[in-house]
């Protein structure tokens, strides 16, 4: 994912400079024209945010609050983004691409909030965890008491062939040899006491670990979709009614067996899948 992350913000950015010239050649000022409202995660828009709504509820300030957060842990280099390659610099050179990624953290926050008020379970799980940023912001919205666990499943090592269902999707696939959990637990440290980690390949790591019985959100940023069915084939049972799925770039193009696998899981089951502007998909199970 961080590879293809690179790449889009990078484009969007460049994009986004090209119209400011365009603009100000023609006369416009983007600032006063609001032309653009929001670069980011592929998408472009003059619309404005669900965040910045004047008539803020409580839930629009919390997650104001945890962006702001999440940018001081990036800038005092307490959180580390392991597509930045170092801290040195990250939080002044990566300024547009860590304000590119407030619409998806927006859906993981979302999502938490729905999980949250409409199911019983206590447990969350996350496959595909790489630097803990999605379960940052996930856990921010957690009453914790002693029934919470947040269960992650993950390599943190380089992806075997076998988890790809044929070359196509092998020659789009990142390695992921970078990764390190001991990173992931530094950045996660608040949440230390609430955190299950477990590594290893997904499904075999499913038979060894201690898997929950019930779970009320669930979270895969696998890129890949052999890895993606099992974890659906895994865990979908054990998801409570009106729980959650989130599927990360379900909506990409470089992943389209990955989408594949998923329609065709849902294919026949009466639960809700909604695409989502930033190509994620989220599902309600009924």
């Avoid at 696939?173 to 970078?178: G, K, L, N």
């Avoid at 009320?216 to 696998?222: A, E, G, M, V, Y």
């Avoid at 990360?248 to 809700?272: G, H, M, P, Q």
Wanted: glycine letters at 4%; proline letters at 2%.
């Amino acid at each position: 994912m961080n590879k293809l992350i690179m790449k889009i913000f990078y484009e969007t950015k460049f994009f986004y400079k090209l119209v400011k010239s365009l603009a100000k050649k023609t006369g416009f000022s983007l600032v006063k024209t609001n032309l653009i409202k929001f670069n980011g995660w592929g998408l472009i828009s003059q619309r404005n945010m669900p965040w910045d709504s004047k008539y803020e509820n409580e839930y629009l300030k919390n997650f104001n609050k945890i962006e702001k957060k999440f940018l001081k842990k990036i800038k005092d280099q307490t959180f580390y983004l392991s597509q930045f390659n170092s801290f040195e610099n990250s939080y002044k050179k990566n300024f547009y691409i860590l304000l590119g990624l407030k619409y998806r953290h927006y859906y993981v926050y979302v999502s938490t909030l729905i999980a949250n008020r409409n199911t019983k379970s206590n447990n969350y799980v996350e496959c595909g965890v790489c630097d803990g940023l999605t379960i940052f912001f996930n856990s921010q919205l957690h009453n914790f008491n002693n029934k919470l666990k947040v269960y992650l499943y993950d390599s943190w090592s380089k992806v075997r062939n076998k988890d790809y269902i044929n070359i196509k999707e092998k020659n789009k696939t990142d390695t992921y040899s970078y990764l390190d959990i001991n990173q992931t637990k530094k950045n996660l440290i608040e949440f230390k006491k609430y955190l299950i980690f477990n590594k290893g390949y997904i499904p075999e790591i499913f038979k060894i670990s201690k898997n929950p019985k019930k779970i009320c959100w669930l979270h895969i940023d696998l890129n890949a979709s052999k890895p993606t069915l099992s974890t659906l084939n895994f865990f979908y049972k054990r998801l409570e009614k009106n729980g959650i799925i989130l599927i990360d770039d379900y909506a990409d193009s470089n992943y389209a067996e990955t989408r594949l696998v998923i329609d065709n899981f849902f294919l026949k089951k009466n639960d809700i899948l909604i695409q989502l502007p930033t190509g994620q998909a989220i599902i309600l199970k009924n």
